[in-house]
């Protein structure tokens, strides 16, 4: 895995997309606004807590994800997990992995075991991928829908193997529509982004920040507790790919994700102009 840059690589997108998985194309509509919404969420008015995560290798078994040369995106998620997992352990968090080997695991399976370990967060990790290999940069997702075409295609390209059919439509657009974490999930993302950008940034100081952007991630759909699904570098850039097949770039990325659980569990335990504290 400690490879240097890869030379003359083939690249090659799974999207094996029947039609019945294109419930993931939940364009045009839009989300509740909810204008009298409360300042702070729920999550934060009951005082709860961060002690536990799952962490989501993406893909795995007979679903590699995006491959280049060498390298499968499943196997290089396993190990950003592995190591974000050692990390947490460190701190005193409770961390699941949604898969420990190469193995396939479904879509709707990876929120059912982050719902049965009671988890207070989830988050689901992959390298990205685009036809365009000059396409590059970092970005995070947390549930809801989008009207972004190119968010629209990653969606399809990730939800390509739920079982989930075209009668369950409506269901899930009704999760998404009143799904209500989706407040704290945005406030995740947001650090998930930012410290991603600005740890690998001494190892990659040109990488691209693209952004926290919502999309119907079939994964994030079914989880009952704050949860974000990071892409964490592009395996069909050439240059990025090459960082990915080293271990220091991955373990600064389980770093940074590291850094931005911490976070976010801090932002639930300070307030500001906070008087009251339910322990």
């Given at each position: 895995m400690?490879?240097?840059l890869?030379s003359?690589?083939?690249?090659?997108?799974?999207d094996?997309?029947t039609p019945?998985?294109r419930?993931?194309?939940l364009?045009?509509?839009?989300?509740?606004?909810?204008?009298d919404?409360?300042?702070h969420?729920l999550?934060?008015q009951l005082g709860l807590k961060?002690?536990?995560v799952?962490?989501?290798?993406?893909?795995g078994g007979?679903?590699p994800?995006?491959?280049k040369?060498?390298?499968?995106e499943?196997?290089?998620?396993?190990d950003v997990a592995f190591?974000?997992?050692?990390?947490?352990?460190?701190?005193?968090v409770?961390?699941?992995?949604?898969?420990?080997?190469d193995?396939?695991?479904?879509?709707?399976?990876?929120?059912?075991?982050?719902?049965?370990?009671?988890?207070?967060?989830?988050?689901?990790?992959?390298?990205n991928a685009?036809?365009?290999?000059?396409?590059r940069?970092i970005?995070?997702?947390?549930?809801?829908?989008?009207d972004d075409?190119?968010?629209?295609?990653l969606?399809?390209r990730?939800?390509?193997?739920?079982?989930?059919?075209?009668?369950?439509?409506d269901?899930?657009?009704?999760?998404?529509?009143?799904?209500?974490?989706v407040?704290?999930?945005?406030?995740?993302?947001g650090?998930?982004?930012?410290?991603?950008?600005?740890?690998v940034?001494?190892?990659y100081p040109?990488?691209?920040?693209?952004?926290v952007?919502r999309?119907?991630?079939?994964?994030?759909?079914?989880?009952?507790?704050?949860s974000?699904?990071?892409e964490?570098?592009?395996l069909?850039?050439?240059?990025?790919a090459?960082f990915?097949?080293?271990?220091?770039?991955?373990e600064?990325?389980?770093?940074a994700?590291?850094t931005?659980?911490?976070?976010y569990r801090e932002?639930?335990?300070?307030?500001?102009?906070?008087?009251?504290?339910?322990?």
């Amino acid at each position: 895995m400690d490879s240097g840059l890869l030379s003359a690589p083939v690249v090659e997108i799974v999207d094996n997309v029947t039609p019945e998985d294109r419930v993931g194309m939940l364009s045009g509509a839009v989300p509740p606004t909810g204008l009298d919404a409360p300042t702070h969420s729920l999550a934060r008015q009951l005082g709860l807590k961060v002690s536990s995560v799952v962490i989501d290798p993406g893909h795995g078994g007979h679903d590699p994800g995006a491959q280049k040369g060498g390298l499968n995106e499943s196997d290089l998620v396993l190990d950003v997990a592995f190591r974000l997992e050692r990390i947490l352990s460190a701190e005193g968090v409770s961390v699941q992995l949604t898969r420990r080997e190469d193995v396939y695991v479904s879509l709707g399976e990876r929120a059912q075991i982050a719902n049965q370990a009671d988890a207070d967060l989830l988050l689901s990790i992959h390298a990205n991928a685009a036809l365009d290999p000059n396409v590059r940069g970092i970005e995070t997702y947390y549930l809801g829908f989008t009207d972004d075409p190119v968010v629209q295609t990653l969606a399809v390209r990730e939800n390509a193997t739920t079982s989930d059919g075209m009668h369950d439509l409506d269901a899930l657009v009704q999760s998404i529509a009143m799904h209500d974490k989706v407040a704290e999930s945005e406030v995740f993302a947001g650090l998930v982004q930012r410290h991603l950008i600005s740890g690998v940034g001494g190892i990659y100081p040109t990488v691209q920040d693209l952004g926290v952007k919502r999309a119907p991630f079939m994964v994030l759909i079914g989880a009952e507790m704050p949860s974000v699904l990071t892409e964490v570098s592009f395996l069909t850039n050439e240059k990025e790919a090459g960082f990915l097949a080293t271990g220091a770039y991955r373990e600064q990325i389980a770093s940074a994700l590291s850094t931005s659980i911490m976070d976010y569990r801090e932002t639930l335990r300070t307030h500001p102009n906070s008087t009251v504290e339910n322990d």
